[in-house]
């Protein structure tokens, strides 16, 4: 009898309906991944370090004249209300030739002190754009266009949401909310 529940409870379980995200789900792609950097402080950085907390992955550049500061405004906002404990955020430069350890550090503390920069030879960060299908590419003028989306990760580091930049308001603590619950 004890074997029959289990299997009714098991079957359950698969069948409960997938979470109703406001953004992309993406929880059936097969790229994304961890990735071997290095932070704002110089010391590594991988997806591995939040392993057990949702992660928050934002691709961009110090120097970025639109997109990137309120994006990591909206993304210190969200962590403030969900806990660094639980939601870590990994901004990812797009610009390694410029944004050094150093420089990484000075932007982000205009931010929050538990953002994670992210940088490394060019080859590396470019493998971790790629790995993402984040598009970028050089823009006009000296900037980099790049997507102003984010990427969330779920505790067992696997992504599961694209949130494009024009939604962030609307999904991101929301979708986040909802990785925390499982």
């Known amino acids: ?3 029959w529940r289990f299997l009714l409870v098991l079957c359950l379980a698969a069948c409960s309906p997938a979470p109703s995200f406001k953004g992309t789900d993406i929880s059936r792609a097969s790229w994304g991944g961890d990735f071997n950097l290095v932070s704002q402080t110089g010391a590594p950085a991988s ?28 993304l210190a906002q969200a ?15 797009v610009d390694p030739q410029h944004d050094t ?5 000075r932007f982000l503390q205009r931010f929050n002190a538990e953002i994670v920069g992210v940088t490394g030879s060019a080859d590396g960060v470019r493998a971790v754009a790629a790995a993402y299908k984040a598009a970028v590419q050089p823009g006009k003028a000296g ?5 102003g989306g984010v990427y969330l990760i779920d505790k ?6 694209y949130i494009a930049q ?12 909802l990785l925390l619950k499982e």
Do not use: E, N, W
Request: hydrophobic share 45%; aromatic share 8%.
């Open 1 to 3: 009898m004890r074997a």
């Open 47 to 74: 997806l591995a370090l939040a392993r057990g907390k949702v992660a928050a992955l934002f691709f961009g550049y110090t120097h970025c004249p639109d997109i990137c500061a309120p994006t990591l405004s909206k």
């Open 79 to 93: 962590q403030a209300k969900l806990g660094a404990d639980r939601f870590a955020i990994f901004f990812v430069t």
């Open 101 to 105: 350890p150093a420089q990484l550090q």
């Open 143 to 147: 900037t980099i266009d790049h997507a």
């Open 156 to 161: 067992q580091g696997k992504p599961r949401v």
């Open 166 to 177: 024009a939604a962030l308001d609307d999904a991101l603590s929301h979708d986040a909310g």
